[in-house]
């Protein structure tokens, strides 16, 4: 008993950039910033989505899903990071790294599943305008946002329980920001290569198999697009389109290279900013991206705000 109790530290170390203090204060002015336009991007997609009547169809029921993702995942490892930036010792407790891990794979793997729904859900509206609503039924709406997140809640448990029954002998120096699953694996005192091989499998299903689903569906909406005589039809199912591959550009990007690159010791500061990309830039990104290119949004920012104004006279 006492072999198993040494073997789990009780506190963590994050290492993060810690060998490069100059790197601190840019970060951390960084993370502060991107965290709250994080919050307020999407806390406002949410209200705008839920309020306006015009925008309560399935593809801002799924863009509400995507910014409550993206604001529980910043929320499980920002605060956190700007803590240890300010702190001479970098430190999350046992449970916090637990909580931390589990929470952002949970969330990651939703997100990675609520993507490719999303493309189906353009895929229909475009492909097949005139049966959208009875195969884009609220029930199936509901079903495939409820299949997102229980695979990626399931997915989480799964690989947190793989990943913390590793023996880690005493060590507890994790070389990232937050506690993640190879960062973790890496401070294993024994073989790590079948967890690792489950990792790769496990990314492959949660990754590879949804971009290639994405870009099948793109194939056939660019083929529909290219057949719409109208300009301004083409400019709005493109504008519309290309929010979304933009997300899914800059979110699968980055992590298929941190999930499926072979380990390596110069890949990990690559890794790390690679994280931060994708953990905490990206969130801050989409809801900019999806405002900035879509009409509907701004338009129903303009009445929310019109609104308002109309109140306080």
Not at 168 to 185: I, S, T
Not at 195 to 222: C, R
Request: positive net charge.
């Amino acid at each position: 008993m006492n072999k198993i109790n040494e073997s789990v530290p009780q506190e963590f170390i994050l290492l993060g950039f810690s060998d490069r203090p100059w790197l601190e204060l840019p970060l951390f002015v960084v993370f502060l910033i991107s965290y709250i336009l994080t919050i307020l991007g999407n806390l406002a997609i949410i209200i705008v989505s839920r309020l306006d009547p015009k925008l309560h169809t399935p593809m801002y029921f799924f863009l509400t899903n995507l910014s409550l993702l993206d604001l529980c995942y910043t929320t499980s490892i920002v605060p956190q990071m700007l803590v240890n930036i300010c702190s001479i010792r970098k430190v999350i407790s046992y449970g916090g790294c637990v909580a931390q891990l589990f929470i952002a794979l949970a969330l990651g793997s939703t997100e990675c599943l609520l993507l490719a729904v999303m493309s189906f859900d353009r895929f229909a509206a475009i492909c097949r305008p005139l049966h959208y609503s009875i195969i884009m039924h609220q029930r199936l709406c509901l079903q495939l946002a409820a299949a997102s997140w229980v695979s990626g809640f399931s997915n989480s448990v799964l690989q947190s329980t793989l990943t913390l029954q590793m023996p880690l002998c005493g060590h507890k120096e994790v070389d990232h920001f937050f506690c993640e699953v190879p960062a973790l694996l890496r401070l294993s005192c024994v073989d790590t290569t079948a967890n690792e091989a489950e990792l790769f499998f496990i990314s492959v299903l949660f990754l590879l198999i949804p971009v290639t689903l994405i870009l099948i569906s793109y194939a056939f909406i660019v083929q529909a697009v290219l057949r719409i005589q109208s300009v301004e039809g083409r400019r709005k199912a493109f504008g519309t389109c290309g929010s979304h591959l933009i997300v899914v550009s800059l979110f699968y990007g980055t992590a298929i290279y941190m999930y499926l690159q072979p380990p390596s010791p110069a890949s990990k500061d690559r890794g790390k900013m690679v994280s931060i990309f994708y953990g905490i830039i990206t969130p801050m990104l989409n809801p900019l991206i999806y405002t900035l290119r879509n009409k509907d949004v701004k338009g129903a920012f303009k009445r929310m705000i019109a609104r308002i104004f109309l109140i306080k006279k």
